[in-house]
């Protein structure tokens, strides 16, 4: 059990540093991707486009599990994240 703890830790933590580069990034990603879905994994965009569902079976032919990965639509404008 605790090695499956850890594990689910670790890919926690990947996602969180996927998360924080997607808002960090947000800017210039809207400058490239306004419109599409994104995914991110490891301080990248691995793969967009306009259809999730068509992203993320692409996502899992491609990489296989793609838990750590952060998928988010990129709007055209800006936001306001209200916590």
Do not use: C
């Not at 301080?43 to 988010?72: K, P, S, T, Y």
């Amino acid at each position: 059990m605790p090695v499956l703890l850890n594990r689910q830790k670790q890919e926690f933590q990947k996602f969180e540093k996927n998360m924080k580069w997607f808002h960090k990034n947000y800017d210039s990603l809207r400058g490239q991707y306004a419109g599409e879905y994104v995914a991110v994994n490891e301080d990248r965009v691995v793969m967009h486009n306009r259809d999730a569902e068509m992203l993320i079976r692409q996502l899992q032919e491609r990489f296989g599990d793609i838990g750590a990965f952060v998928i988010e639509f990129v709007t055209n404008g800006k936001f306001d994240l209200i916590l």
